[in-house]
């Protein structure tokens, strides 16, 4: 803990949070990455990729750095436990190919948010699937073998306890219409998922919207998701993936734009009561 601020729990986002404190510290400096790297008798991408997270960071990093910037002992010693921390593995990266490295990023910020925000136009959200569909969507949607799906399905049930936890973060779906029609497997499959969704939205912390088809317009062209954290230094980000790869959008424009945009899907998706109805009404639908 530092000036009453609890670090955050995974190494993901300890790894993340030490390079925002790492890049505050030189921009307060006026310096630029070459120029602390000359100063230190490093390279100017060294000290980039140390303040974006994609280079690891020694405690004598930290020493060094902390030297240059003339930095007290807490902040020293805080950062440096952020270093050594930001290498252990999450519960998450024992699981192999199960799940792909560029989503480990991702999973290790989830666990950490205190604020969820998501829209999915296509599929039941991830935090509310059932284990026989996770295990639909990656045999059909990618090369995996049996071994590496059960992975995945596994980690996908880990997951979703963020929901139920004690400090479940206070997370708003807005899910359309099409997702809960679209059916994945066969109708039984589906009626078991339309059962597990309502129970997902029962839960005290998470709020569920649904968008249906004769809503209109809406502000959104695909799926994304809106992690926000509780300390203050860890910003708020967008995420969006695709097949092979993510995409993490950190910036205070993107941020804003994309938290307007869900404002605009929550104003046009059916409140919440009604959605149970509509959620109730697709799952008489598959019980015939």
Known sequence: MRNGVEMAGSPTARRRRLSIELKKLREKSALTCAQVGEALDW????????????GRVQPSDIDALCRFYGTDDELREFLKSLARQAKV??????HGAGVPE????????????????????????GLMQTQAYVAEIHKTGAHMSAEDIDRAVRVRMERQAMLSRPNAPDAWFVLNEGALRNVIGDRALMREQIERV???????????????FDSGSYPATGSFTMLG?????????????GITDAMYLEGEHHVRE????????????????????LIESVLKEYAK
């Open 258 to 277: 994309y938290t307007r945009a869900f404002d605009g899907l929550r104003a046009a998706a059916l409140s919440p009561q009604r959605s149970t109805q």
């Open 229 to 241: 954290f509780p300390a203050p230094e860890d910003r708020d980000l967008v995420y969006r993936d």
């Open 102 to 125: 560029w989503f480990n990023i991702y999973i290790g910020l989830e666990q950490d948010a205190s604020t969820f925000r998501q829209y999915q136009c296509e599929l039941v959200p």
């Open 43 to 54: 390279s100017g991408s060294k000290v980039n990729r140390m303040e974006t997270g994609t």
């Open 89 to 94: 593995r999450g519960w998450w990266q024992q």
């Open 198 to 212: 309502m129970e997902s939205a029962a839960l005290p912390t998470v709020t569920l919207q649904v968008l249906p």
